[in-house]
């Protein structure tokens, strides 16, 4: 295994919804921690809503959930990207989203 495959990686995932409201924005977060929590090789998970007056130059506000996870490895992170769980989260809840950005980075 090469050297960059063994480094943990960081997902970070941003999801904008097409019914922008604080119950929306609650129940994709319960979704992401009942389907997406607890996969083999994550050793750190967090969800949770956008934050209020974050209003910086550099912060970007255009999302209503944030997804963080750090995989132990690449294999880790790819498992997870096929597994059940994470197909069945994205078929349940794909209609809700209208823009998904997704931020991977191997961790040195």
Known sequence: MSETAQRPVSHSVYFK????TPEAAEALVAECKEKLDGHP???????????????RPVNDNDFDVALYLLFENRAAHDMYQVS????????TNKEKWAQVRVFDAEVV
């Not at 059940?84 to 078929?91: F, K, L, M």
């Open 41 to 55: 090789g994550v050793l750190a998970f967090n969800v949770g809503v956008l934050g209020t007056g974050f209003d």
């Open 84 to 91: 059940d769980r994470h197909q069945s989260y994205i078929s």
């Open 17 to 20: 919804l097409n019914e922008r």
